[in-house]
């Protein structure tokens, strides 16, 4: 079945940087854009970018901006996110979630279909 | 940028009850409007996409409607799972989820 699995939970220090992983199987890879969400501790849901796995291409929420990486390895069917100089408020659960239509229909605007089961990331001295 | 509000922000309800949640965006997004399902623990569940269409597997007691800058997402009968937090998401420009609104048990 289509299914995304992300890698375990992380215990970071300030200023640190933070690696989650995103497994897709079931489906190509390459067919979808992937989406990063995050969840703060009690909050709602907070876009952070996405990657097209077909070319690399990146698009991410400007208050990341000089702090985040999203790359993929097309040959595994993951996708990465890394957070650099993390900060007390980056700590929430990760989230990667499949745009519901192919690349040729766009980034996602028919919304996201399938989604990890979460990566927390909790930072503190 | 859009800013997306939903109300309420909370409700109260039983089982069976209808329930309507309201969203607004700042700005017209078209019908550029997702809506999700999010249980306790959980990730987030697509239920309707493009405002009113139903996603495959989503119960039929699910229904959107709206366009423009006003939205609503109605549950016919709620049921036991139903009991989580909705939150919609515009599509229009970069992904923008609202608020959320949570419905407990009355």
């Known amino acids: 079945q289509v299914q995304l699995v992300q890698s375990g939970a992380e215990v970071k220090k300030p200023g640190t940087s933070v690696l989650v992983s995103c497994r897709a199987s079931?489906?190509?890879?390459?067919?979808?854009?992937l989406h990063w969400v995050r969840q703060a501790p009690g909050q709602g849901l907070e876009w952070v970018g996405w990657?097209?796995?077909?070319?690399?291409?990146?698009k991410f929420e400007q208050k990341f901006q000089g702090r985040i990486t999203m790359t993929r390895d097309t040959s595994i069917s993951t996708a990465y996110m890394e957070l650099s100089g993390l900060k007390s408020d980056d700590t929430a659960v990760y989230y990667c979630?499949?745009?519901?239509?192919?690349?040729?229909?766009?980034?996602?605007?028919?919304?996201?279909?399938?989604w990890g089961q979460g990566t927390t990331v909790t930072v503190s001295s | 940028d859009i800013q997306m509000t939903q109300s309420p922000s909370s409700l109260s309800a039983s089982v069976g009850d209808r329930v309507t949640i309201t969203c607004r965006a700042s700005?017209?997004?078209?019908?550029?409007l997702n809506w999700y399902r999010q249980k306790p623990g959980k990730a987030p569940n697509l239920l309707i996409y493009?405002?009113?269409k139903l996603q495959s597997g989503v119960p039929s007691r699910f229904s959107g409607s709206g366009s423009g800058t006003e939205f609503t997402l109605t549950i016919s009968s709620l049921q036991p799972e139903d009991f989580a937090t909705y939150y919609c998401?515009?599509?229009?420009?970069?992904?923008?989820f609202g608020p959320g609104t949570t419905v407990d048990v009355k």
């Open positions: 979630a499949r745009a519901t239509t192919v690349i040729s229909t766009g980034w996602g605007f028919y919304g996201m279909d399938v």
């Open positions: 079931g489906y190509t890879f390459t067919d979808y854009y």
């Open positions: 990657i097209n796995p077909n070319n690399g291409g990146i």
């Open positions: 700005q017209s997004i078209d019908n550029y």
């Open positions: 493009s405002a009113s």
């Open positions: 998401q515009q599509a229009y420009t970069t992904p923008q």
